[in-house]
Each structure stands twice: as C-alpha cells, then as structure tokens.
C-alpha cells in the first residue's frame, strides 16, 4: 500500500533556531502533498498544500515566512519551521493521495516538535 | 472554519456498538472520508463515502446523507483497542479538512 515517510519523528530545538521536518512518499509520486499542525487532544489543522515544482499554498492564518515548504521532487516536500519559539511546539504530520480517494489520504508517521 | 462537527467525547462498553456523528457544510463537498487516530500516532484511514448511503467494512460501517450534510460512524462489538480519537473529514478542491474529533472510550 501507499506509504508516507516523515522525519524526524521527534525533535527538540532551541528557541530561535530553525527546524526542517521532511516528508517523502515511498512508493507513489506525490504532485501534492499536505502538512498538518495538531495540539494536544484538537484535531488536525491543514496549514499548507506543498504543490511539486511551484509555490506551496497556505490557509488563512498561516505564516508563510515562518513556516517554508519546498517541495522540490515527485516525492518529497519539506517544511522549515523558522525562527521557532515554544508556542510553535506541535505535533506537525504530512500526508498525501495515491491517486484512489476509496484508499483515502495517507498520512506521515508525525513529527513531535519541542521548542525550549 | 469549515464547520465540521462532531461530538467531543464519547464511552461505551467492550462489545456494544455505538454510533459517532458528523455534520458537515454541504457547499463544494467532495467527499467525506473517516480516520481513527489513536494518542501520538497518525490518522488511519477507515472509510470513504462520496455517494449517499451505507458502506460496511467488517466492525465499522459509514453513512452519508448529502442533502443533509450529515455522516456517521458505526462500530460494532466494540474492543478495548478501539478506544481513540475518530476524526471526519471533508474533501474540498483535493484538500482534506478535518472535523474537531470525538474520542471515544472503550470500557470492560
């Protein structure tokens, strides 16, 4: 089945540094992928669409200074959180379609980020 | 926001069946899909529903209703592992936007 890798599972980062979280589809080709933040006990809330080849598109709401996205392959889209401080410290997850919406979005392991 | 709705919290019983909503706004739907997500892990994909009616898939089965904006979840013979958060979810112009969750506990 379709797989969503996400690295790295967890990171723990000073205030005021930057941290890149990657997101690769194994064994699909992803034009579009998503990224998601989630706080404790919410749901999940899409921050961005990282579009292959050109400019990622962002909700309302989201900065896109703070939080870059490249997406520079068929499989893989990276977020880059700037100039973290501990109000960024989520759980931030990617996901992607394979193609066939009856097999549903296929989401990234997550990635727990801590900022001190 | 979307105004995607679901019931914050939800108990029930090892083997009963219990029945978690959603409402949902109807303009440029697309498709409504359900994921179980349990505490630190990603989203698990369970259903997709696109046309009105049922679709049953073992121990879960999800409804759709378009003209009311309005799916549900059915779990049966509920297990102890089936405790975790289930999350609806719409697709609008190929973005999946989420509802507010309900998390369901399993007791013995």
């Known amino acids: 089945g379709a797989v969503v890798s996400q690295h790295p599972s967890w990171v723990i980062c000073k205030s005021g540094t930057s941290v890149k979280i990657e997101c690769r589809s194994l064994?699909?080709?992803?034009?579009?992928m998503f990224w998601y933040r989630q706080f404790p006990k919410q749901s999940l809330m899409l921050m961005a669409t990282?579009?292959?080849?050109?400019?990622?598109?962002?909700e309302q709401g989201v900065e896109k200074d703070k939080f870059l996205i490249n997406h520079a392959s068929l499989t893989l889209s990276t977020l880059t959180v700037t100039s973290a401080h501990p109000e960024d410290s989520s759980f931030y997850i990617c996901?992607?379609?394979?193609?066939?919406?009856?097999?549903?979005?296929?989401f990234g392991s997550g990635t727990r980020l801590t900022v001190v | 926001g979307q105004n995607i709705d679901q019931p914050t919290e939800m108990t029930a019983t090892e083997g009963a069946i219990v029945q978690i909503n959603c409402t949902y706004q109807?303009?440029?739907?697309?498709?409504l899909f359900w994921y179980q997500q349990h505490a630190g892990e990603a989203p698990t994909f369970l259903s997709y529903?696109?046309?009105?009616g049922l679709e049953e898939k073992g121990r879960f089965s999800s409804f759709l209703s378009r003209s009311k904006g309005y799916s549900y979840l059915l779990l049966k013979e509920l297990q102890m592992k089936d405790s975790a958060s289930y999350l609806c979810?719409?697709?609008?112009?190929?973005?999946?936007?989420f509802g507010t969750g309900t998390r369901l506990q399993v007791f013995p």
């Open positions: 990282s579009n292959e080849g050109s400019k990622a598109t962002y």
């Open positions: 979810a719409t697709l609008r112009d190929d973005k999946l936007i």
């Open positions: 996901s992607a379609s394979p193609g066939k919406l009856n097999y549903g979005y296929t």
């Open positions: 529903n696109v046309l009105d």
């Open positions: 109807t303009s440029g739907f697309n498709g």
């Open positions: 064994d699909f080709q992803a034009t579009t």
